[in-house]
């Protein structure tokens, strides 16, 4: 157990290298630079500009200085924006956005466990087709339109959420449902397909025969053994609401990270780009080692079999 842990460890430590790296590789190769748009404004002070944050250095020094940064958790300031950090915008963003991706994976998995789970115990019934007609319109909807339905009916027909902005957990509602309903839906797949095939297991047929009710048989072994897929889910699914969150956070105008992302992106700003980008790779490297971390213990298979280890 302690030598896989290592192994996770070192390997997320040269991902989180790799991906830095490779960030700061693509900024020194993409044409322009921050002061670009500038209008009007003299060489001189260009160069003056260029000089105090170090962009008149060659790229092995400036890489250094990156580094170095990043190692002692000094993200730099904004090239465009005048008294903001990368941390002050960390700190003010990410717990806006984490409070939103937190509801939206709950969601998901409620309601992904919960669809899913119906479909497989009715397979072949209204239930089931009703259940899995939902989980198609959920994967084939884009994050996007689904944001724009909701608005339009939940918000803007009916009155029943805030349209956009944000201020108080009613706010955080439409922006959570329309970051949820995909992954939602791809659980709820996961969940009927895995149950159906637990469900012709020897075991479950030994336990029913030896009286255990339906609702433990299903509750309690059947649906604990489905979820390890989901488990492994998780990974990808907290990616893609983070990454999906971008688009949500201007439909919703939420003051998240994805606004500054996208900000920083469309302004060529150098640190505050690689800060958050090298921050959300934290964020998804370290969710996906704690989840690896769980399948383990959920799967003790995996502890005492070296092959799968690997």
Known sequence: MSRLIFRKVLALLFSLFFVSSLTFLLMQAV????FLEEQGVPEEVLQSM?????????WYV????????????????????EGITVAKVIKEGFPI????????LCIALLMGISLGTLAAIRKGKWQDHVCMLIAVVG???????????LQFFLAMKWEIFPV??????????????SLAALPAAFIARLIRANMVEELEQDYVQT??????????????????????PVITYLGPLTSSILTGSFVIEKIFGIPGLGRWLVKSITNRD????????VFYSSVLLITVFSIDLLYVWIDPRIRTNPRREQ
């Open 31 to 34: 044409p322009g630079t921050p």
């Open 50 to 58: 260029y000089h105090h944050y170090g962009l008149d250095q060659p």
């Open 62 to 81: 400036q890489y250094g200085k990156y580094i170095k940064g990043l190692i002692t958790f000094d993200l730099g300031p904004s090239m465009r924006y």
């Open 97 to 104: 956005s984490c409070f939103i991706g937190i509801e939206a």
């Open 139 to 149: 994967i084939s909807t884009p994050s996007f339109v689904m944001a724009t339905v």
């Open 164 to 177: 956009a902005r944000w201020g108080s957990f009613a706010h955080s509602l439409l922006p959570a449902l």
């Open 207 to 228: 336990a029913r025969s030896k009286g255990v009710t339906e609702r433990d048989v299903i509750f309690k072994h059947v649906l604990k053994n489905s979820m390890l």
């Open 270 to 277: 150098y640190t505050l780009i690689m800060g958050l980008t």
